[in-house]
């Protein structure tokens, strides 16, 4: 951080000034996975429009996964997170436009500030247990919590830029073994290089909340490889945390364990913080100390006040190295759902243990019964911007309405379909108890006994686990109509929310039998459900779920623009 309070750099004659619609206005920030733009709706919401890098936007991997990840966040509401209103992952490089409220990083806070009141912390870490326990909800594990992805406002902590890590995984910059993450922060498990769970997000909030209250990273000094080699070792070398404070030492010894299945969850650690903290969850009068609000005032005042954009450039090679990035398309129709939205501030130091870095080789574990860190590919981003879940290509309403037909890029007026397969028939049964079957509808196939979370290339769920119901993993519109154009319109216009619970069902308000439901598969191509019949749930229990059964017919369309 540069001490200024003016969070909002003029662009520079390589800026892009406009993009896919949106008119960029200042540079929020930049960090490995791209740069981060504050920009407007056309109802004037401010958003960060973050432009992912190239080399990340000309690999179809990371496009095909970023798609599924972004919808899959975009499943994730509740408090202390920010939204993502807009995305787009088919022009020549992929951005997202998420919800903008000024604020500090943690990252930056530590560096300027130093470590924070325990009542702080202790209010930092339940808030973000919270917003933990939506993401997990939504089957996403954020992969890359860190103090850089912890914003900090007048109105409390927020967690952001989950929905990325895991696409990222999946590029040819990461095809040999890598994974990604920050290391000083990964979890055991994932600085192994093996599957993580919501457990490796609590690991890692509960090394943010030992950096926080005292500067001091659990396992000791060193570099990122360092401390990631000490991680990776903790089921035989414990961190030793007895210099710790006695209440923070209770919540590092629940966070840190080895074992994922061990840890506390994301529901104990708010009540057990909260109980710390003194004061509610979301009591944020004066919950940061006098200087780092005055501090955080003024950037809320900055940020109100963004400066015009600067002429658009007319050198060559600007123009040449943002070609393509004119493509107009719609921004949002609807605002954030959870007030307020906060948006990251650049940061130039870290605190400590924080800074990223890159490690072109594998991480040896120097223990003969620990396994070899194969490879980590730093968090690409430092922490400037902010990404999730949303709904892309939406059609505008009222006061958010382009100008112009010009102006909109509406998939439904410029798309092209050809009939894949029609009217094929498929029927959703409800699971049996403590199951879930998982569909995709562009094989068509459906996964009975799906494993809980495995949902990639799939379009919904039906689930009788946790809270049962009928879940949309791409978002899922009803259509007035059974074309194309119409079906599309109906994933635009009307579209349903992502989840259906057992008693709605049960009452057949949301599904009926007429019904058309229609979706962009992950696959990207467009599908139209038509449910011919509803079959109630059977009487007498059993294992046999109490939710109806659902006949339909599917037709597939391919688009193309």
């Not at 009307?494 to 008693?503: G, I, N, S, Y």
């Amino acid at each position: 951080m540069n001490g200024s309070d003016d969070i909002l750099t003029p662009l520079s004659p390589l800026d892009p000034r406009e993009a896919s619609g949106y008119r960029l206005l200042a540079r929020l920030g930049e960090g490995g996975m791209g740069t981060v733009y504050l920009s407007r709706t056309r109802g004037g919401q401010p958003v960060a429009f973050k432009v992912i890098r190239r080399e990340y936007g000309q690999d179809p991997d990371f496009r095909r996964r970023f798609e599924q990840e972004v919808r899959a966040a975009r499943r994730v509401q509740g408090y202390h997170l920010v939204p993502v209103v807009d995305h787009d992952t088919t022009g020549p490089l992929p951005w997202i436009a998420s919800a903008f409220v000024p604020g500090l990083t943690l990252a930056d806070v530590l560096a300027s500030f130093g470590p924070l009141p325990l009542p702080a912390v202790f209010q930092l870490v339940g808030c973000a247990a919270r917003a933990l326990g939506s993401i997990h909800a939504a089957e996403v594990v954020h992969r890359d919590l860190k103090p850089a992805n912890i914003l900090l406002g007048s109105t409390g902590p927020y967690v952001i830029d989950f929905g990325i890590a895991r696409a990222a995984e999946s590029t040819q910059l990461t095809h040999s073994g890598g994974i990604v993450g920050t290391p000083q922060y990964m979890s055991p498990e994932q600085a192994l290089g093996e599957p993580v769970t919501a457990a490796a997000d609590v690991f890692s909030l509960g090394l943010i909340a030992a950096v926080a209250a005292t500067g001091r990273h659990p396992y000791g000094e060193g570099g990122a490889t360092a401390l990631a080699v000490r991680i990776a070792n903790t089921g035989r070398a414990a961190p030793d945390l007895s210099e710790y404070p006695a209440a923070l030492r209770t919540l590092l010894e629940r966070c840190l364990a080895a074992e994922p299945a061990a840890r506390i969850t994301t529901d104990e650690l708010a009540v057990l913080c909260e109980r710390a903290a003194g004061r509610p969850l979301r009591a944020f009068d004066g919950w940061l100390p006098a200087p780092l609000m005055e501090r955080i005032a003024r950037r809320e005042a900055a940020a109100a006040r963004p400066p015009e954009p600067t002429p658009t450039p007319t050198r060559p090679d600007a123009d040449a190295h943002w070609s393509g990035q004119s493509t107009v398309t719609a921004p949002p129709r609807r605002g954030p759902a959870h007030p307020p939205q906060p948006a990251q501030a650049p940061s130039a130091r870290s605190a400590p243990g924080v800074r990223p870095v890159v490690l072109a080789a594998g991480l040896a574990v120097a223990v003969a019964l620990t396994a070899v860190v194969t490879r980590a590919i730093v968090s690409p981003d430092g922490g400037a911007g902010a990404s999730g879940g949303s709904q892309t290509d939406r059609k505008p309403t009222g006061a958010s309405a382009p100008a112009s037909p010009a102006a909109s890029g509406s998939p439904s007026k410029q798309a092209a379909y050809t009939l894949v397969f029609e009217d094929k028939p498929l029927t959703l049964r409800a699971p049996a108890f403590n199951t879930g079957t998982h569909v995709d509808l562009d094989a068509p196939k459906l996964f009975p006994d799906g494993k809980i979370g495995v949902t990639d290339g799939m379009e919904l769920t039906y689930q009788d686990w946790g809270d049962a119901d009928l879940r949309f993993l791409t978002p899922m519109g009803k259509s007035g109509g059974t074309t194309p154009e119409a079906c599309r319109t109906g994933v635009d216009t009307d579209t349903l929310p992502a989840a259906l619970p057992r008693k709605d069902l049960n009452l057949g308000t949301p599904l009926a039998k007429g019904t058309v439901l229609c979706t962009v598969t992950s696959e990207g191509n467009l599908a139209m459900l038509r449910i011919t019949d509803v079959v109630p749930p059977a009487k007498g229990g059993g294992l046999s779920s109490d939710m109806p059964d659902y006949v339909t017919t599917l037709t597939l369309w391919k688009i193309s623009k």
